[in-house]
């Protein structure tokens, strides 16, 4: 393995791959920081011009890998700084990372999102070398039952996300459930339409960037807003210290390697993606934290989890993509398609066949990392300062991004207007105390959740024990079970304690 690992770094480092690496991860830095692009979209576009080169397979595949984890730094960028997030993975960086900024530290919180991204995908790439034969062999097992029960074992993170009323953190996950519904129902004979009132353009559904951006960057604008009009306070809180502490890097280092493993594991299961792998990675640190975290108001392991399992989920990835041929996310369905264009076909074999691209891609992840640290943390000085920009400045800045991200998306108009008004929902969430996350986290799991429920009954011809035939399916399910009677054992032991 070491000597196949040595070879990969030969490929690696050989003629044109270390600029492609460079270049593709400084791509990949700016793509993410812009909302409504992401590196989906950027490879969609550069794959025509990468085609007129003329390179080898695993030098194209190099380059847009390079490109899909450097996006996964950028993405906190904008959604510390700005409450921004880039894609629908940023979201939940945006929980913990904004507020952090608001309170001058977002020298700290950039730190922080580079610090666990580096560690993150290094580590990954490590599990990635090691276990990517026997993780395959797992991903087989998995089908749409136990799809589904996963789905429903990230679900129950919603309960760390109450706040205050349990209540009020139900009614956002159900609304983030009524809007995954919104739509062309594609497993129905037909197509029906589901809850569209007749409008045309929302057959094809509400995007997620569109409620993401909606609810925080518009949000965020309305409610500063209202705060002018009360003639609040909007002074410019003043930069503190820029660079981390020892004691915050001990506080977050082991956050970061257990969610560095969650993110590579949900990253293994194809279609789960970067999304749910950081929901449960920030619900894994907040419940062991308990009282003693400040999660939701600013907390550096609230930026360090999510940063480190989206890293580590986009490495996760690669493992189907390049073992089983099946894509692991949207970003891996797009390299699929490029490398059936330039004429290979992933699977089981590609080991053995072709370790040029499996070692050359896994070596240069580990200069890609490298290559983004060395980029990123000068820069936390710099970039933070963009919060020194008064607010009567930097807000409408954030709100003509805002219309450029989404309205790039599918050039609609439309879009648009669903943005401002999912930003109305957003400023109404906030000021009546709603959270935001459980809406998020109903939105993203809201669709894998039918979908995978549907399968599952059609392939079984409507027998409900397929849901818990399997090892797999019982082992999640008693994960759930647990996550859902823990809280209520803690406060129980608490309340006992205190009387």
């Known amino acids: 393995m070491f000597d196949l690992l040595f070879h990969g770094f030969s490929v690696a480092l050989s003629g044109i791959n270390p600029l492609l690496v460079v270049i593709g991860c400084f791509l990949g830095t700016i793509i993410g920081m812009l909302p409504g692009i992401g590196p989906i979209n950027a490879i969609a576009i550069l794959f025509p011009i990468v085609l007129q080169f003329d390179l080898p397979p695993s030098s194209a595949l190099i380059f847009f890998a390079g490109i899909f984890y450097g996006s996964q730094y950028g993405n906190s960028i904008s959604s510390i700084l700005l409450n921004v997030p880039g894609t629908s993975s940023a979201a939940v960086t945006c929980i913990d990372g904004h507020p952090l900024a608001k309170q001058g530290r977002a020298g700290p919180a950039l730190a922080m999102s580079a610090m666990a991204s580096f560690i993150g995908g290094t580590i990954s790439i490590f599990l990635l070398i090691f276990f990517a034969p026997y993780l395959s062999k797992l ?162 392991r609230g930026v360090a989890a999510p940063e480190s399992a989206n890293n580590s989920s986009a490495v996760g990835s690669f493992i189907p993509l390049l073992v089983l041929g099946v894509p692991g996310s949207e970003t891996t369905a797009v390299m699929l398609a490029v490398l059936i264009t330039l004429g290979v076909t992933p699977g089981p074999t590609m080991l053995v066949d072709r370790p040029d691209m499996f070692w050359g891609v896994a070596a240069s992840m580990f200069i890609g990392n490298l290559v983004l640290i060395v980029l990123n943390l000068p820069m936390v000085r710099l970039l933070a300062k963009i919060l020194l920009v008064p607010r009567w400045i930097l807000m409408p800045l954030i709100a003509i991004l805002s219309i450029v991200g989404v309205y790039v998306i599918n050039g609609s108009e439309f879009d648009l207007i669903l943005m401002l008004v999912f930003g109305v929902v957003g400023f109404l969430m906030r000021k009546t105390g709603f959270p935001l996350a459980p809406l998020v986290l109903g939105l993203v799991l809201g669709g894998l959740i039918e979908v995978n429920f549907r399968r599952a009954l059609t392939y079984s011809y409507g027998d409900f024990s397929t849901f818990y035939e399997s090892p797999i399916a019982i082992a999640l399910w008693l994960i759930t079970l647990a996550s859902l009677v823990a809280p209520v054992l803690f406060r129980f032991v608490k309340k006992r304690l205190r009387q």
């Open 139 to 300: 991903a087989i097992d998995f089908g749409p039952a136990e799809y589904f029960v996963l789905m429903v074992c990230a679900f129950t993170a919603l309960s760390s996300f109450s706040e205050g009323s349990f209540i009020k953190a139900m009614f956002s996950a159900f609304l983030g459930l009524a809007i995954a519904t919104v739509g062309i129902d594609e497993l129905s004979f037909g197509g029906m339409r589901r809850f569209t009132f007749g409008i045309r353009e929302l057959g094809d559904g509400i995007d997620f960037i569109v409620v993401v951006i909606g609810v925080f960057a518009v949000g965020e604008l309305f409610l500063f807003l209202s705060d002018t009009a009360k003639d609040a306070s909007q002074r410019v809180i003043p930069l503190k210290k820029v660079l981390l502490t020892f004691k915050e890097i001990k506080e977050s280092i082991g956050g970061i390697l257990r969610s560095c493993v969650t993110g590579f594991l949900v990253g293994v299961l194809p279609g789960a993606g970067a999304t749910i792998a950081s929901f449960l990675a920030y619900n894994t640190e907040k419940k062991l934290a308990g009282t003693k975290g400040n999660f939701g108001k600013g907390d550096l």
